[in-house]
């Protein structure tokens, strides 16, 4: 049952990121149905295959992360400096939205604090099915009141092409790279400061907001 659960639950993790992610951006998410069961099964399955049955916990997050661009990259077809920014803001808000419901559900007695740092149990999945759903009505209020950026071009894009990184993209590219290291950072904390949320919440909040600014930045180049 527990596994039927991780794999579900994770399923779910991905899609509702995934959501987020084309909500945010204004892209369509139904016109990209399969592309999308590909990428969370595949993700779920590796998950698992790292958290649980190898037991490495550590390296599932960096898994996750090169396996989300590879898709994004190959699959959906985006460049990848911005398929790595769009991945980096919906694991970010992800994650900042799992630590900042897991207290309210601690002290509620849902869940324990040993259960936001462990991969199966009642409480996990408690934890996670709460934040699934309310990223997925996050999601939805962007789609409903018409908000997110439009400066991204919805996939396939041309790949050929070649970008200077200087003015504005050079900014995406360096609120990448510190995004990019915040999602190691956040995990390292977790793994390494067992109940310290306010380092995770404050390294989070922090990549999370350059990138969003960056993104407000190019919209209103493109204005």
């Excluded at 698992?48 to 661009?69: G, N, S, T, W």
């Excluded at 009505?137 to 962007?142: A, I, K, N």
Aim: aromatic content about 16%; proline content about 3%.
């Amino acid at each position: 049952m527990n596994t039927i659960l991780y794999l579900l639950l994770g399923f779910a993790d991905i899609i509702v990121v995934l959501a987020f992610i084309f909500k945010l951006f204004r892209f369509p998410f139904w016109d990209y149905k399969k592309e999308f069961i590909i990428i969370g099964t595949t993700l779920s399955a590796t998950s698992y295959l790292f958290r649980i049955v190898l037991q490495l916990p550590e390296i599932d997050m960096p898994i996750q992360y090169v396996l989300f661009i590879l898709f994004f990259r190959y699959l959906l077809k985006f460049r990848t400096v911005k398929a790595a920014m769009l991945i980096a803001i919906g694991i970010l808000a992800f994650d900042l939205s799992q630590l900042i419901i897991a207290p309210s559900l601690i002290t509620l007695e849902f869940a324990t604090i040993r259960d936001v740092f462990q991969s199966t149990g009642m409480g996990t999945f408690i934890i996670q099915a709460v934040n699934d759903i309310v990223v997925a009505l996050v999601s939805w209020l962007l789609y409903k009141l018409n908000l997110g950026f439009s400066f991204v071009m919805q996939p396939p894009h041309e790949l050929s092409w070649k970008t200077s990184y200087t003015g504005s993209n050079l900014l995406v590219l360096i609120g990448v790279i510190f995004a990019s290291a915040t999602i190691l950072a956040v995990l390292y904390i977790l793994l390494n400061y067992f109940n310290e949320f306010k380092y995770v919440i404050g390294v989070g909040v922090a990549a999370l907001v350059t990138l969003l600014i960056t993104c407000h930045k190019k919209e209103l180049e493109d204005l």
